[in-house]
């Protein structure tokens, strides 16, 4: 499942699954994160580890999806974004998504194509319902998550949360 998508500016983009391969992308992805962006993703100040990093890329099929938005630059293919839903278990409707894209290239089009591309294809594996969290002071994900129809709700035991939640069924 590979699909092009085109930015206003006519920056070629391509969305695929992730790979075990993608380790190095992921990396220098993940390392050239700003610290709010990377801390609105993670939710701390942390940095993940070459493990994490690892799982990120080397997913369990039967459970998660990771899409990655990558475009060629100077030659080479750079990661801009990746968007990912896992489930609990195999069997499991509910999934968590999550979705973070470089700098450069928020408020550009590409979270709604990447998120969108996601919910297709969560749709197809039989996922029914799709729930994340952002931190109440992400407006960019939290406009997102409504043009895309999911349903806000602040979390009742953090003021400082918002639960996003989708029905695909």
């Known amino acids: 499942m590979h699909e092009t998508w085109t930015a206003a500016d006519g920056t070629v983009v391509t969305i695929r699954p992730i790979g ?3 380790l190095a992308l992921e990396q220098e992805f993940v390392n050239g994160l700003s610290a709010p962006t990377s801390y609105q993703r993670l939710m701390s100040a942390r940095h993940p580890s ?3 990093l690892k799982r990120f890329t080397d997913i369990d099929h039967e459970r998660e999806l990771a899409l990655i938005a990558t475009t060629s630059v100077r030659g080479s293919e ?5 968007a990912r839903y896992v489930k609990e278990t195999p069997a499991s409707r ?3 998504f999550a979705i973070v894209l470089s700098d450069d290239w928020q408020r550009r089009g590409l979270g709604g194509k990447l998120l969108a591309s996601l919910l297709a294809a969560a749709k197809r ?7 994340g969290i952002t931190q109440t002071v992400n ?3 939290l406009a997102l998550g ?8 602040l ?3 953090s003021a400082t949360v918002t639960n996003l939640t989708l029905d695909l069924a």
């Not at 750079?78 to 990746?82: E, F, K, L």
């Not at 409504?146 to 709700?153: E, N």
């Open 125 to 131: 594996q039989g996922v029914h319902r799709l729930l």
């Open 94 to 96: 509910d999934a968590e």
């Open 146 to 153: 409504k043009k895309l129809g999911f349903k806000l709700a």
């Open 78 to 82: 750079r990661q801009i974004g990746v």
């Open 155 to 157: 979390d009742p035991r």
């Open 20 to 22: 075990a391969a993608d």
């Open 139 to 141: 407006t960019g994900m």
């Open 50 to 52: 070459l493990d994490e």
